[in-house]
């Protein structure tokens, strides 16, 4: 890989660009899809193929091939560098990438390699969930059940000289039934994804997610619609980590800095939040699906504290974004696959736990509404404006936990909501997520502790 | 294909895409990227009895194309059988002729013409935008390719089709105010496009959603342009008329076949066939032949959309909707050109007619396809007061049950157009609730 990735490199600087980076893949994938006990899914699947980046003077292109030859290398490389010499002409803003050097050779150590489960062993898993799952309750009418595994290696090179090579494998599970009871239909989705190997999908947690997602689908049947209204609101873990991402994390991507499209621009080293409110991206935890040791352009990865003390002191860099704005690289660009271009992107996403107790802080909110989970969520950085959906909820009366109400929405502005913060509990979960951005899907994890917001619109029927 | 048959298949089928897209992006309203893909890669389907085995790879060499054919043999002979599962589909001789799929001046558009048309944009929005603190975003796409298909039980076909795609999305900046709106084209014919037209709009709904405030909450007509109206049908209530989502009972619409479920002006039908169309095609995704599907008549739900899977299954006649993400997918179930059939009136008669409500321009929002509640923000949303647009909203969510909102639009207007999601014009919902704060 180092000898096609240093040929299109060379004929990039032949073709006279000032910067270049390659990234050359090897993926596969496999996902088994159950529906109601029968295979709905069973698929396999390899990428196999480089990107290619050259640069000169704040112009940049990118290509692509799956011709892992030499000669195939030469000539996208060639090609590659041609096209950003002719935007070249037409760009503003002229710039340098610059960046520290990294050479490493990096290997994921897994107790149990995907390859080493037979393919009917992943099937049997797959129908164990899907079967516990329909038979948690008569009123289970259907069942889906997924298991996907993501064995992934990359080796980046630049010319600035780094070669960075890099595994991960990422195996999830995801149990979807749905209840029914008169015409009153309820669907949960539950999933547990971890960077490991086959192992993960063992423990105890993930070999029961089926009963523990009926039991929910179940619950949600008698389950009523919120009333829509300004609420004092009590986020759970997963829905922290939601709020945390959608209304915060999107607007510290650094590549918003030179477009303008932030409304975070002015606030850096600025208070953004109450002091006792501090908002990390991690992406050095172990075994987390956000994780990695080195980015896409072969940068080395470090903590970023976004918000420290309510005061936003770190950003979400690619190489491009530091060097633009003279600021520390640490690791933040990202990519899909090597058919996509790198981007700062966010990777284990939280709030950082203070010191409320969970049943105190229920306790104190006199009149409320706590939510859990969440279906979705997304954010308009330029605006401000986020919005996401709970999956399910329960209200707050008299400082308990009242009726069951389900598919909340909760809208606000990113500049309003991290002040109306007045409380966060000292829990701490993450759970997985993928994250979208410019048609670019990627594994993170979101959460925190539970925290309370107050007066926030909450959408009902 | 004869690869899986020989390692004990007993029907296959091979799907190959090949694409080719050249992309130029501006920033803070000048250029700043070039992007040139191109991918092929083949998808292998094997069926053994009634198991079923699927493998892509992102190559078309030789030894790839035999790993995947193996992994999708190997990956049958592992599966639980589908007793539903009868047979892939044949090919029924006749096909339709469906015109304005390629552009040949799309698929060899110099890279040139394709920086010229986004400096037209920028020139456009900037134009509007003059005296102002702005930063715009801007992009031209021009896509070309083919996909081919070829089964067990003769179905062999390809078509070429192509598109451009032309966007613009300016930020503004005030004092205490920014925001961000943006406007598009997605065309398979090239003399459509009109780049100053993308900018100059994008620019001034920009401008529309400066200074946006909340209102009081309650109950209240939505009236829906296109763009926010498109998302809500096209993918809210779309995904309810999968044949595979109603048969799962996953679907807020799986007991209605035959009854009124919306209000008797609306008629909803999907139309594979249409001229240009983005959805348009003369086969699907599993070389099934295309057609026109009537999904809601005067307010009854008429029909579903089926692949081959559910039409087997349910022992109907299929309606050629399999779709699939290239080569990469197995085949699922997905509109071509979905399309609401129009009124009359402009959206500023349907607004001129409301005495206290909310416009919803645009939204992301899709309902609970299970239950059918939705709970939308107004991505873009104005307030209303006795006929006329009074101001931007923000914070604002719109809840409503699908059922309802179908059976509530009392009204659908004649400016119809094309969206990513759908073909819709303007319709009012009668009554809706707005929660804002």
């Not at chain 2, 895409?17 to 050249?22: D, E, K, L, T, V």
Request: charged share 25%; proline share 4%.
């Amino acid at each position: 890989m180092e000898e096609l990735a240093q040929v299109a490199i060379d004929a990039a600087l032949n073709a006279g660009v000032m910067f270049a980076d390659v990234r050359i893949e090897n993926s596969t994938t496999t996902i088994i899809e159950l529906n109601d006990g029968i295979t709905r899914q069973s698929m396999a699947s390899r990428m196999k193929g480089a990107g290619i980046r050259a640069f000169i003077d704040g112009a940049w292109a990118f290509a692509q091939t799956t011709n892992l030859s030499r000669e195939g290398m030469r000539a996208t490389g060639r090609s590659v560098a041609k096209l950003a010499r002719a935007t070249r002409e037409k760009v503003a803003d002229r710039f340098k990438i610059e960046g520290p050097v990294f050479e490493d050779n990096v290997k994921l150590n897994v107790k149990k390699p995907f390859d080493t489960v037979s393919i009917d062993e992943k099937m049997q898993f797959v129908k164990l969930i899907d079967d516990q799952a329909r038979n948690f309750d008569k009123r289970i009418v259907a069942t889906r059940t997924i298991y996907g595994e993501l064995t992934s290696e990359i080796f980046i090179a630049n010319t600035l000289g780094t070669r960075v090579y890099l595994q991960n494998t990422i195996p999830r599970i995801i149990s979807v039934p749905t209840a029914k009871e008169g015409p009153n239909r309820q669907r949960i989705q539950q999933s547990i994804s971890l960077r490991s190997g086959f192992e993960e999908m063992e423990t105890e947690n993930a070999q029961t997610i089926g009963i523990r997602a009926s039991q929910l689908a179940i619950e949600l049947l008698s389950s009523k619609t919120a009333e829509g209204g300004i609420y004092d609101v009590v986020i759970d873990p997963a829905l922290n980590g939601v709020v945390t991402h959608e209304a915060f994390g999107h607007a510290t991507e650094a590549d918003n800095w030179p477009a303008h499209s932030t409304v975070l621009e002015e606030k850096l080293n600025e208070t953004v939040g109450p002091e006792y409110l501090s908002i990390s991206d991690d992406p050095t935890l172990t075994g987390m699906r956000g994780s990695t040791e080195y980015d896409w352009e072969g940068t080395k990865t470090k903590k970023r504290l976004l918000v420290k003390d309510g005061i936003l002191t770190d950003l979400l860099h690619s190489l491009e974004t530091s060097s633009r704005l003279g600021l520390e690289p640490n690791g933040a660009a990202r990519a899909q696959s090597f058919m996509h271009v790198p981007l700062p992107r966010m990777s284990n996403t939280f709030m950082e736990p203070k010191d409320w107790d969970v049943d105190e802080l229920i306790e104190d909110t006199k009149k409320g509404i706590l939510l859990c989970s969440f279906n979705y969520g997304y954010t308009q950085s330029a605006k401000g404006q986020f919005m996401f959906q709970a999956s399910h909820g329960y209200l707050i009366e008299n400082g308990e936990k009242g009726t069951m109400v389900r598919d909340v929405s909760l809208a606000g502005n990113i500049l309003e909501i991290l002040a109306k913060v007045d409380a966060i509990g000292k829990d701490f979960e993450l759970e997985a997520g993928t994250c979208g951005k410019d048609g670019q899907s990627i594994p993170t994890m979101t959460g925190g502790p539970h925290a309370r917001i107050r007066q926030v619109p909450v959408g009902g029927m | 294909m004869k690869h899986a048959e020989k390692l004990g298949a007993s029907q296959a089928e091979a799907y190959v895409g090949q694409s080719r897209a050249f992309a130029i992006e501006a920033e803070n309203s000048a250029i700043r990227n070039a992007e040139e893909k191109r991918d092929a890669g083949i998808g292998v389907r094997a069926v053994i009895d009634k198991r079923i085995g699927f493998a892509f790879v992102t190559t078309l060499s030789k030894k790839d194309v035999r790993e995947a054919v193996t992994s999708s043999v190997k990956l049958a002979r592992a599966s639980i059988p589908d007793p539903e599962f009868v047979s892939l589909p044949a090919s029924d001789g006749s096909y339709p002729i469906v015109k304005g799929l390629f552009d040949k001046n799309i698929a060899e558009l110099p890279s040139d013409a394709t920086a010229d048309m986004i400096i037209r944009i920028l020139d456009a929005s900037k134009e509007v935008l003059e005296g102002r603190n702005y930063a715009i975003s801007a992009g031209v796409q021009s896509s070309s390719g083919m996909n081919a298909i070829v089964n067990s039980l003769g179905i062999s076909f390809s078509e070429k089709r192509s598109s451009i795609f032309l966007y613009c999305s300016p930020v503004v900046k005030e004092t205490d105010d920014q925001t961000t709106s943006y406007d598009y084209q997605l065309t398979r014919d090239l003399t459509e496009i009109n780049p100053e037209q993308v900018g100059k709009n994008a620019a001034e709904l920009t401008l529309s959603v400066l200074g946006p405030k909340t209102i009081e909450s309650g109950e209240m007509p939505v009236v829906f342009a296109p763009l926010g109206g498109g998302t809500v049908i096209g993918y809210g209530f779309a995904g309810a008329v999968s044949a595979e989502e109603v048969q799962k009972g996953r679907s807020y619409v799986t007991d209605a076949f035959g009854d009124v479920i919306a209000s008797d002006n609306i008629e909803i039908f999907d139309d594979a066939l249409l001229t240009g169309g983005l959805g348009s095609r003369t086969f699907d995704a599993e070389g099934f032949r295309s057609q026109r599907t009537s999904i809601i008549e005067k307010g009854v739900l008429k029909g579903f959309l089926h692949n081959s899977y559910t039409a087997y299954k349910d022992k109907v006649p299929n309606t050629g909707n399999a779709s699939r993400p290239s080569y990469s997918g197995l085949p699922s179930i997905s509109t071509s050109n979905l399309i609401l059939s129009p009124g009359r009136g402009t959206l500023d008669d349907l607004v001129s007619e409301i005495d206290r409500g909310v416009l919803c321009r645009n939204t992301a929002d899709r309902p609970n396809m299970t239950t059918g509640d939705l709970s939308a923000m107004l991505y873009e949303g104005f307030y209303i007061e006795r006929g006329e647009i009074k101001h931007p909203l923000k914070n604002t969510l719109v809840g409503i049950n699908m059922r309802d909102l179908l059976q509530r639009i009392n009204q659908v207007g004649s400016d119809t157009k094309a969206t990513l999601a759908m073909i819709t014009p303007s319709f009012v919902v009668e009554n809706a609730v707005v929660t804002s704060g």
